[in-house]
């Protein structure tokens, strides 16, 4: 298996050598530690080890890609992980093993850089017995398959934490842990910034006044002293992170926006020493103290914001799926969260298990592709395990659930870089393209105003500076994205329509021509009637059909169970068979039966169509299923026909032809007996007409068609027809809003460029009162988070109006339930 691609190439330039007197690896004062490896300073053992062990594997990179790539293991002891080779503790953390590979996914809170990411996802260089590793940076979690026979889950640990990135295990729920709002750090660093703040202007407080005079020269000078005193923790502990990430930027070669923040700061400290030192003056240490005190509010005050409005937890437990419980001689659909270790559940022919469990009955061959990427089915015995996300390819089979259904293990399987898309989007675009000379602008914008204020008025000169350093801020731009996009998808999700991430919203603006399956997408299985025509089945032979086609999800499939009724329990069925847009055969008591279309159990043209039942070789009769198309599907297309270029593809025959021109309004856009392989290619062949297309199916026959599409959703009906290759997961009780959720989805670029539009009047604004020096540092250091701030309540407010003018739900009902 390939590992990750890494994040950089090999024509990369080369970053600078680090500070004098830092570690080579992760940037702290070495302190007279005098640890040196060729010629390379370290400020302790372990990471100088770390560097060892990164040289000898060739993985030196890891130190050129970002600012502040290493991470401290100064004081750190040595962990002990005996405790991993314990077979009840490797069974709660693997999420997959099958004796020769397995994956455990880790929370690593040290993650926090690029370079971490490319270090992360070249362990495979490391120790050859891993195979793949993913990292999700947003998350701080990284994905881990190895292979048993040549490596363990304990040596994958320890590689981990001699790299510095010891696992955070918590075998009590085996989940991450609850992340703080905010740190302690900042918290000690905010203390510390108000304290200085208080007292500085305390002891400032006669030059406010005017209070000048001779006999008051030597207290002039002794608070002056005082407050440089005061200033020195505030600069070298509360703003010192500001100043070290500028430094290293700046080490590396480029800018980033605390590079024009800590020059403010710097220019505010010196600016006050050589005042009050060379000329007994009072300095600016009080809008020094003041600057970084505000800073680190609005830092808090966004930590704050964005911990209470973390979408990616928020939206994810409506993720729209069912599965079939079994409870006694009952079957019934449950929404997968609410599924619990314990409970018997029933999973069908290409359906996915949702959580891990032990099988109880049924011959299970398990497809893992979507968990290890190997596409060859798994034979598994009764009393084995199935992990979460492997998809069943045969008869029906139980199991019992051992874990509760992990809504963020299955959305990873979805948003697994083997079912990523290509697409142009313009609005990341932009925001890159602005953070990557915004901060340039302002530099340039700074030295042109202290060059124009220092002849007329050296006070207002350094006011003018460091003012326009910080009022201007691009966090707004790079908000705009994940605040308004992620309110929306919250929004989308209460409307039971589920979508991937982010760029799924800007994918459907794009979209040129919408493709919709029939069966099971236009028609209902719940509203569909059904009649049988033929030699009258006797009991046995009823429950026999029953048996059979209940190991298929396929929607004609379950229309005809439901017609059947109760016929007791299920009888055996083996050697089972299902053909895509065919039909199902198996042995089921002792006869040998197919359930299908004309063609699959050869039965004449003369019969008619339907589904065909044949037993033992003998044509008994058929069932015709009525095609009942779902509520409001004529004012949806309506709607639709406006707007987009709509084609229908079916695997039925075109009996029904004459009802769908009134419908799509030409016949040529209709085709009937498609095969799987053909709905593919019908999306291809759009596509190379230059089409932006959008696939709309359940997801059963269409999966191709889906995954080829530029965005593909599936509908779904109380089943669990989940499949990693869609976009989005549409429930069918809102198939009558899909208007309404496609314009609110495709409106959401507008409110974006909106956010950018604000950004850009802010900062004119801003820089505006700036460069005129009428805008102290304190001031503009009030006025930099309150953008970021305001930002934020625009994407989620401007959202919401988006939803309430198109009569969506904003908020979660619990009168209405997600499935």
Known sequence: MQASTPLVTQDQPLS??????????????CQNTEIFLEEKEFCCEGCKMVYEILHEHDLCRYYQIDDNAGISLKGRRLEHYAYLDDPEVREKLLQYTDGEQSQVRFYLPQIHCASCIWLLENLYRLNEGVSRSEVNFTRKEVRISYLESQTSLRKVVELLSSIGYAPAINLGDVEKPKE?????RLYFQLGVAGFAFGNIMLLSFP????????????????FGY???????????????????????????????????????????????????????????????AGLVFFLLIGKWFQQKTFYHLAFDRDYRSYFPIAALVRDGHEERSVPVQKLEPGQTIIVRNGELIPADGLLLKGAARIDYSFVTGEAEPLAKQVGEKLFAGGRQMGERIELTLTKKVSQSY?????????????????????????????????LLISAVT?????????????NAFTAVLIVACPCAVALAIPFTFGNSIRILAHNRFFLKNVFVLEALRSVQAIVFDKTGTLTGIQQAGIKYQGEPLSSQDRKAVQSLVRQSAHPASRQIDHWLGDTGEPSDVTDFEEITGKGVRGLVLGKRLKVGSGSFVQAPVSQGEGVFVEIDGKLLGRFETGNQYRNGLWEVMRDLKSKFQLYLLSGDNDRERERLEALFDDTKVLHFNQSPADKLNFVKELQAKGLKVCMIGDGLNDAGALRQSDVGIVLTENTNNFTPASDAILHAGQFDRLPDLLDFSRKNINLVYGAYGFAVVYNIIGLSFAVQGALSPVVAAILMPASSISMVFFGVLSSNWLAGRLNLRRWNDKNHPIV
């Open 16 to 29: 600078a050598e680090p500070l004098e007197g830092s570690c080579y690896h992760c940037g702290e004062p």
């Open 180 to 184: 703080k709002a905010v740190s302690k």
């Open 207 to 222: 030059e406010y006044l005017g209070l000048k005079g001779e006999e008051d020269q030597f207290f002039q000078r002794l």
């Open 226 to 288: 005082a407050n440089i005193v005061l200033a020195i923790p505030v600069l070298f502990f509360s703003g010192w992170d500001y100043i070290r990430s500028a430094a290293l930027s700046l080490r590396h070669g480029h800018f980033n926006m605390d590079v024009p923040i800590s020059l403010g700061i710097l220019a505010l400290f010196g600016r006050s020493v050589v005042d009050i030192l060379m000329s007994g003056g009072a300095g600016f240490m009080d809008s020094l």
């Open 410 to 442: 299955l959305t990873q399987l979805w948003n697994d870089a083997a079912f990523h898309k290509d697409g142009d989007f313009a609005a990341k675009r932009l925001a890159d393209r602005v953070g990557r000379y915004f901060t340039f602008v302002i």
């Open 450 to 462: 202290l060059a124009y204020w220092i002849p007329r008025d050296g006070s207002i000169a350094f």
